[in-house]
Nanobody, 111 residues
């Protein structure tokens, strides 16, 4: 079974940028979409971005134009480039593939 490990979270000021990475222990070039979710304190986990095997992408309305999801099948890695970050982007970000979840990485946007 594929395992997912996220990295790249941290503390950033409003308007700043971060790039999250999700590295899989096996191949990610399959029929499964690769997804980024986030969960803020007291809120439900929500889908932030998805990238499908054909390369198409989907974004939550709240991040459109600011976040970009991409994948490197050779490195078994999916990225989430986050620009123009806002305090409301603060959450634990999770990588997901099918029934498999990473451990999450904390993103905090604060001055």
């Amino acid at each position: 079974q594929v395992q997912l490990v996220e990295s790249g979270g941290g503390l950033v000021q409003p308007g700043g940028s971060l790039r999250l990475s999700c590295t899989a222990s096996g191949s990610i070039s399959s029929i499964f979409a690769m997804n980024w979710y986030r969960q803020a304190p007291g809120k439900q986990r929500e889908l932030v971005a998805a990238i499908f095997s054909g390369g198409s992408r989907k974004y939550a309305d709240s991040v459109k134009g600011r976040f970009t999801i991409s994948r490197d099948n050779n490195k078994n890695t999916v990225y989430l480039q986050m620009n123009s970050l806002k305090p409301e982007d603060t959450a634990v970000y999770y990588c997901n593939r099918g029934y498999t979840w990473g451990q999450g990485t904390q993103v905090t946007v604060s001055s």
